[in-house]
């Protein structure tokens, strides 16, 4: 069974930081791409960023620059940095495996003083 946990999410004031972490399980992680996808409220749900088996990495223009992804094949796991976070940054998070229908619980962020 394929199982995708999201962790790291929190409330921090404008211009902190976080890191999101998915943990896979139940598929051979190396050989997927992975995506974070956020969704605020009201809003549609957006791809953040993606990053390839072979680690080639896609942002959105709106994060580009402030986040990084990346992943740790041995403990199959794929991160989120996020720095310089703005208040528009608030949503759930969500890490997905591209091309299949598999997503994990989500994760809140909250960018606020």
């Known amino acids: 069974q394929v199982q995708l946990v999201e962790s790291g999410g929190g409330l921090v004031q404008p211009g902190g930081s976080l890191r999101l972490s998915c943990a896979v399980s139940g598929t051979i992680f190396r050989l997927k791409h992975m995506g974070w996808y956020r969704q605020a409220p009201g809003k549609q749900r957006e791809l953040v960023a993606s990053?390839?088996?072979?680690?080639?990495?896609n942002y959105a223009d709106s994060i580009e620059g402030r986040f990084t992804i990346s992943r740790d094949n041995a403990a199959k796991t794929v991160y989120l940095q996020m720095n310089s976070l703005i208040p528009e940054d608030t949503a759930v998070y969500y890490c997905?495996?591209?091309?299949?229908?598999?997503w994990g619980q989500g994760t809140q962020v909250a960018v606020s003083s």
């Open positions: 997905k495996i591209e091309q299949t229908n598999y």
């Open positions: 990053i390839t088996s072979s680690s080639t990495t």
